[in-house]
């Protein structure tokens, strides 16, 4: 055969037009289109539901005002956060599997669309009862969006570009603490606390409508599903948050204490029933022989538990100790949202050249310092423009903890490991959330009695409005005493993340996108 790059005139031309007409045929896959459209696409659901979740918080109060108003028990209310977190945590380590199996896509769509309906129910309900029923509903959608968001990263974006896609992951964060705070605030104040579930309507449409657009169809995988696993983990996991949730309750009565005992040795069961599975377990534990996945984890852990504990005190504090609106409440989060909402992309590229210690032992030990500077300033005649300054130190420190932590974890996974990383790690994130709602409860109330004792007995509840000044006072060092829980847990992240390996750059070399990472 003549080479043609030794011809010339005619002959030259016949071969380089059938070799223009069957390159198409000739090449494998079709021109990688950029990610970034279907990562903002996918941000929009993830942006919903971190607002969901910090409107709630500032809602709490007017929530147990309308819906729980004659008791003095402030866990009943923490139910209808906690309840979503359970709903949320339990089914995360299949639902990442069932991206894998029927496509990150598809999954996330059903997700959001029941989150969305959800969010109807619970603008609709009459009793607190109800409410905490959609609640949990909303967590299950939540828990089919949230390991496909992450999936799609791991599997579109190379290693050396996870992390400024990680920032935007982190700053969505740091914009839904000012969206969903301000919004809750002045939705709560002008058309009552129903209204932070109906804004999700309209969010819901324009996301799916987007995502369905945008998102590419990425490959499947094969994978059997451990439904033994799911069950031990569900029951593990129920009794546990239960037995935490409710032992302030009832006296932290022996059957409390074996409640939670069984919890913790089902979840030992669960860990040894998947290291013994001989077909596809449903949490593989040779991801966790990479060390950085194990310690990322770890971290996720003790943030989870960290940003969900701590808005409550603060928030009952500033509402009804302080007497603000959830409004005026919410505004004092501005300075938290900004830093983090600004600095988060700015981590997010720093980390893809750096060790990620360098951003995340500062991070975190930021947010801790935070928490012990608000305790220190939760008093009923501190001046409120004081507490926007541990905001501002929260949100440096929410920058270099979010982006960070989770590039960390997804850096050396690969694209059929994509979905179960992204179950684990949101898995371990979100039961770090559920008892972290579950043991601020048990603290707060246990505070509130060593500082106002027989408040539980009392005629009147906590409804809405300023505390009496007598009761202020006791209220404002009880809540100040819980925020320190927070705190001292996000201390046990700093202490992990120091254990953390700097990737090396040869790890990032290996790494090629699916081949079905384009079109729809």
Excluded at 285 to 296: G, V, Y
């Amino acid at each position: 055969m003549t080479d043609p790059s030794t011809s010339s005139g005619p002959a030259t031309a016949a071969p380089t037009r059938a070799a223009r007409r069957n390159a198409p045929a000739s090449v494998p896959n079709p021109p990688a289109r950029s990610p970034w459209p279907a990562l903002w696409a996918l941000v929009i659901g993830f942006f919903m539901i971190l607002v969901d979740t910090t409107i709630v918080s500032v809602a709490n109060p007017a929530i147990k005002a309308a819906l729980d108003p004659d008791t003095n028990n402030l866990d009943n209310v923490v139910w209808v956060t906690s309840a979503y977190l359970l709903a949320y945590a339990v089914p995360l380590l299949i639902t990442g599997r069932l991206g894998d199996r029927f496509g990150p896509k598809n999954i996330y769509l059903i997700g959001l669309a029941v989150f969305t309906f959800a969010s109807l129910g619970c603008g609709l309900s009459g009793t607190l009862e109800m409410l905490i029923a959609f609640r949990a509903v909303q967590g299950l959608g939540a828990a089919l969006m949230t390991p496909q968001t992450m999936a799609v990263i791991t599997r579109t974006f190379p290693p050396n570009r996870r992390g400024a896609a990680m920032g935007l992951w982190g700053a969505t964060s740091g914009v839904a603490m000012l969206v969903g705070p301000l919004a809750g605030g002045l939705l709560v104040d002008s058309l009552g606390w129903e209204w932070i579930f109906f804004v999700n309507l309209p969010v819901g449409v324009v996301g799916f409508v987007l995502a369905w657009m945008l998102v590419p169809k990425l490959e499947t995988h094969p994978h059997r599903f451990d439904m033994l696993g799911v069950f031990l983990s569900a029951i593990g996991l129920f009794l546990i948050v239960f037995g935490l949730q409710e032992g302030e309750k009832f006296d932290w009565a022996v059957w409390v204490w074996a409640m939670i005992a069984l919890g913790v040795l089902t979840m030992a069961v669960f860990v040894w029933q998947q290291a013994k599975t001989k077909s596809e377990a449903l949490v593989p534990l040779d991801l966790f022989r990479d060390r950085n996945f194990s310690i990322a984890n770890l971290g996720i852990a003790t943030v989870g538990f960290t940003v969900t504990s701590m808005s409550l005190p603060l928030m009952f504090f500033l509402q009804l100790a302080r007497g603000l609106t959830p409004t005026d409440a919410a505004l004092l989060l501005v300075p938290m949202a900004l830093a983090a909402g600004i600095l988060s992309p700015l981590a997010g590229k720093l980390l893809d050249r750096t060790d990620p210690r360098f951003l995340l032992v500062p991070g975190l030990l930021l947010v801790s310092i935070s928490l012990v500077w608000y305790a220190a300033l939760m008093h009923p005649d501190t001046p409120i423009w004081m507490f926007l300054l541990p905001s501002f130190l929260m949100g440096v420190g929410n920058a270099g903890m979010w982006g960070p932590l989770a590039t960390t974890a997804t850096r050396n996974l690969q694209p059929r490991q994509a979905g179960a990383g992204a179950g684990i790690y949101n898995t371990t994130r979100t039961i770090g959330s559920v008892l972290g709602s579950a043991a601020i409860a048990a603290f707060m109330q246990g505070r509130l009695e060593a500082n106002l004792p027989g408040a539980s007995d009392a005629d009147a509840g906590f409804g809405g409005g300023q505390l009496p000044p007598a009761i202020a006072d006791g209220f404002a060092t009880a809540m100040a005493q819980a925020t320190l829980l927070p705190a001292a847990v996000m201390l046990v992240g700093v202490v992990a993340v120091l254990f953390l390996r700097r990737p090396p750059q040869s790890a990032t070399s290996d790494w090629s996108e699916p081949a079905a990472a384009v079109g729809h």
